[in-house]
């Protein structure tokens, strides 16, 4: 639970990398815009864009881009970029993670910080 005195969400879905950056993962839509028609505030953060967009500054790019470099997201080599993610940002009581066959070792990783950083 996150216990921020300006906690304006009831639940925060985070989809993290690696996803495609050129096709949205339609699930968390679906599933934020379920939990809102039910009448749950809900915050969306799309870490995957956030960091695509920080490395392609740092003409790392093609890490979303070019499926051959799947295997530094599969073993957790990449798994320090979480250290970049904003995870102040993050204000809902409860925290969902979209995970994805090509995210399981980050999501891992990100689970184990947010359960630390909110117990």
């Not at 864009?49 to 799947?70: D, E, T, V």
């Not at 997201?73 to 969902?96: H, K, Q, S, Y």
């Amino acid at each position: 639970m996150n216990n921020n005195a300006d906690t304006s969400y009831d639940i925060t879905l985070i989809l993290p990398p690696l996803w495609d950056v050129t096709r949205p993962w339609p699930a968390p839509a679906y599933l934020v815009e379920y939990l809102r028609a039910l009448g749950y505030r809900v915050q969306f953060l799309d870490f995957n864009n956030r960091l695509y967009h920080f490395a392609r500054k740092a003409n790392a790019g093609a890490l979303w881009q070019n499926w051959q470099s799947i295997e530094p997201w599969n073993t957790g080599e990449l798994n320090f970029l979480i250290d970049i993610l904003n995870l102040d940002a993050i204000r809902g009581n409860v925290i969902g993670i979209s995970a994805t066959i090509t995210n399981l070792s980050f999501t891992s990783a990100l689970a184990g910080v947010l359960r630390r950083k909110f117990p």
